[in-house]
Every structure is written in structure tokens, then in C-alpha cells.
């Protein structure tokens, strides 16, 4: 497999358009058996929905590793996930990916930037999702802000939404951030090993957050196992290693929200999977 990156010449100060391409690639099945024995996924002959994410995940850090791109890889926080899946792939079918960033935006903790990625099998789009990454900015916490918006509206609408769920607890294994690295390729120190977290402020390790979505989705099962399908992420607070979590759902609409809470009330996850792409 040969991964191309390109780029187009940007004013200073912007993040220019970086773009990779992987071209007719079949996924590695032993990649693909790790992913799915460390976030739960059967063996069913066809790709879990957030799988095409890992197998991004290389052209992803060659772009926020590129020369031109303004800020360093590590400190880069993932803080939003939009993934559209058109119909299912099946786990030997080629594929070709493209791949692609340009510009950010001014955020409430520093600048936000999108990398967009459309998976194709026989020239048609298939998969596509948009990966929100924020780049916090030294002296942020000097600038002024606009006053954070009061939330309890939203918060109790949402424990209203969870009231009827039956939650599920689960631990989460100190050695999780490596194993899903094995799958995922991402060796961040912040999720290997506490000693390594804590030289980026983590008093312990911490989950990868596409690991906390792909189990939630495996625990989803016949609802994430449609043609068509639509997983919306927002990462809301790291997941320390180890711990014990609580997940829960509720179904609206035909579709299925979901959070991922710590025992102590700490929120990590809320998202939602819904029909059609």
C-alpha cells in the first residue's frame, strides 16, 4: 500500500489543504480480528461501522504530521466524531480512501479543525465521516471568553432522555489504551501507561475515545448492523484507566442515543446512532 500527500499553499498563519490517498487496499484481517476481540464486535463478515476510522488512522497522523501543518501532532485533542456509512462493507472488499484537511476556526479553549475522510469500493462512496480535532492555545486561559452558557436546561433534558434506560457497567481495563493501539496503530503515550500520561498532565493513562465509541456501538448490536447509518460522538471528559463506567441508551424515533458516564457521575461520551446516512 502507498500513501500519497499533497497540499495547496496557504496564507501564514492558516492551516493549508493536506490531502492523502490510499488507493484499492484490502483491510488486514488480523487487524481487523484484534479490533473487534478488543471492542466487542462478532466475527460476521462485515466491517464494523467505526472500523474504517482505523484504517485511516495512519493517513491522519501523516497529515497533522505534515511540514506545513502549523501545530504539533501530540497536544492535538479529538473532541467530535461524525461518521456516515452508506451500506455495509464487507470485510474483504477493496477499497480506496481519501483523506483531507484545511482551515480551523476559533473555538472557546483555542482552534478547532476538521480532517474529512469518504472511503470508496468501486468508485462510489461508501463510508465517509468528519474528525474534530481542537488545538488548545498556550495563554488561552488569559484570553477573555464570552461567559460559558448554563447548561441545566440540556442536563436535565438529557437525564429525562436516560430516565427509562437500563445502564450497564463496565470496567475498563488498565491495559485497554494499549491493546486498542494494537489495533488502531495510534501509540499515543497519553493513553499507554501512566507514567507516559503524566508527562501531558493525566494523572493515569486514558482511553482512546474511538474505543469508547466502538464498544458502545458493538453493545448497540442489530442497531448498528443497518445498511445505511449515521454515529454522531462528542467526546465530553477523558476516561481514566483504569475505571468502571456506566452505559446506557434510550430510543427515540428509530434511532438510538447513547452516553458513557463514570460511576461517580463524570461524562465521557454522549452520541447518537440513527437510520440512513
Known amino acids: 500500500m502507498r500513501a500519497a500527500v499533497a497540499r495547496r499553499p496557504s496564507r501564514p498563519g492558516e492551516v493549508p489543504r493536506l490531502e492523502a490517498r490510499l488507493n484499492t487496499f484490502v483491510p488486514d484481517s488480523r487487524q481487523l480480528a484484534i479490533y473487534r476481540e478488543v471492542c466487542g464486535f462478532p466475527a460476521d463478515g462485515h466491517l464494523p461501522l467505526p472500523f474504517p476510522q482505523v484504517l485511516v488512522g ?68 461508501v463510508w465517509s465521516a468528519v474528525t474534530t480535532m481542537l488545538r488548545r492555545l498556550p495563554g488561552g486561559a488569559e484570553r477573555p471568553r464570552e461567559p460559558k452558557p ?34 488502531s496503530g495510534d501509540y499515543n503515550p497519553i493513553h499507554l501507561h501512566a507514567l507516559t500520561a503524566r508527562a501531558f498532565g493525566f494523572p493515569r493513562a486514558i482511553a482512546h475515545g474511538m474505543w469508547t465509541v466502538g464498544r458502545c456501538v458493538a453493545e448497540m448490536g442489530e442497531a448498528a448492523e443497518g445498511p445505511a447509518l449515521t454515529l454522531t460522538s462528542d467526546f465530553r471528559r477523558p476516561l481514566l484507566l483504569p475505571s468502571r463506567v456506566v452505559f446506557q441508551t434510550a430510543r427515540r424515533d428509530g434511532s438510538v442515543t447513547y452516553r458513557v458516564k463514570g460511576e461517580d457521575g463524570t461524562p465521557h461520551v454522549f452520541g447518537s446512532l440513527k437510520p440512513g446516512a
Not at 62 to 81: C, Q
Not at 151 to 165: I, Q
Open 150 to 183: 448554563s447548561n441545566t436546561a440540556a442536563a436535565s433534558e438529557e437525564e429525562s432522555l436516560f430516565a427509562g434506560s437500563r445502564p450497564a457497567t463496565w470496567p475498563v481495563a488498565e491495559d485497554i489504551g494499549r491493546r486498542y493501539a494494537r489495533a
Open 58 to 125: 495512519a493517513l491522519h497522523i501523516a497529515l497533522l504530521n505534515h511540514p506545513d501543518f502549523p501545530y504539533r501532532l501530540l497536544g492535538m485533542i479529538h473532541v467530535r466524531n461524525r461518521i456516515h456509512q452508506h451500506r455495509r462493507l464487507p470485510e474483504h472488499a477493496p477499497l480506496s480512501v481519501h483523506t483531507w484537511v484545511e482551515g480551523q476556526r476559533e473555538a472557546r479553549q483555542g482552534r478547532e479543525l476538521d480532517l474529512h475522510t469518504r472511503v470508496e469500493a468501486e468508485g462510489a462512496t
